[in-house]
């Protein structure tokens, strides 16, 4: 009892602190501070509809990892001008999810593209703390962001093309 009293009076105390503070603006990040911030590190956060996700972006574009709904098996990210893409399944039944960032602090918000919404919120882990691997079952990501049919072929029909 005594331990709840001093914990209800150190919230008090800190309450007055805490909304004196104030709020660090959001700084929305260009596509080369997002692949900075990303690249070779593990991003991990909560979705505004729930679900936890944990992806770590390889320097390849792989996303290694879970995205919220099931374990990466032929993801792959890629930054543009001001935003991050993520593209997974094969071609005939991917989706693609692009993203503005901005960060505050150490907080990443990622907004969806299409419509401003907060789709996201992550935190950066430097390297592959989680190990997140392929699992032994290798895809690549081109300029296309396609998942290559198999050993030594093409890795997208425009290189195929040539």
Partial sequence: MRLAVCFVALLALAQPLALARPAAAAERLSGEAIKQAFTGNTVSGRYTRGGFFTEYHDANGQALGNNGYQRNTDACWITKDDQVCYYYGPPS???????????????????NVVDGQINALATVELGNPRQHTDDAKPWYCDGLISRAPGRGAPMSRRLAAR
Avoid: A, N, P, Q
């Avoid at 505050?104 to 907004?111: A, C, M």
């Fill in 93 to 111: 039944d991917r989706t693609i999810h692009c993203f503005t960032v901005e960060l505050t602090d150490r907080l990443y918000i990622l907004r």
